[in-house]
């Protein structure tokens, strides 16, 4: 799949978040990458501080960062119907380390 239907998809993961959701978002893109480059397997990576752990003395950063595996994510899904599955999945598994969420809940939540 090209970069911009995949973008495409990823649009459109972003679109079906309930906007109370997006709302609360803070200071966060969500970008698009072929690869990690240390882990190629990586399907998608949160990097920034967590809204929960935002204290008065925050202002002044740069934007956490979402990024969406291309490659990676189209590894590990037949065809485009499941491929968009896999990248709502991983948008939200992302956007939830964004609020504070980690691996361990998110695993027993079912989201990882």
Same mark, same amino acid.
């Given at each position: ?8 998809? +990823? /649009?459109? /993961?972003?679109?079906?978040? *309930?906007? *109370? ?10 970008? $698009? ?40 994510? /189209?590894? $590990? ?9 896999? +990248?709502?999945?991983? $948008? $939200? ?20």
């Amino acid at each position: 799949m090209g970069v911009e239907r995949f973008e495409e998809l +990823v /649009a459109d /993961a972003l679109d079906e978040l *309930p906007e *109370p959701l997006m709302r609360a978002m803070d200071n966060v893109v969500v970008l $698009v990458d072929d690869r990690h480059p240390d882990d190629p397997e990586l399907l998608g990576l949160y990097e920034g501080v967590a809204l929960t752990e935002r204290y008065s003395d925050y202002g002044g950063v740069l934007p956490d960062r979402i990024t969406l595996y291309r490659l990676a994510l /189209a590894d $590990v899904c037949a065809d485009e119907d499941e491929l968009r599955e896999e +990248v709502a999945v991983t $948008v $939200v598994h992302e956007i939830a380390h964004h609020f504070g969420i980690d691996e361990q809940t998110l695993h027993r939540l079912g989201w990882g």
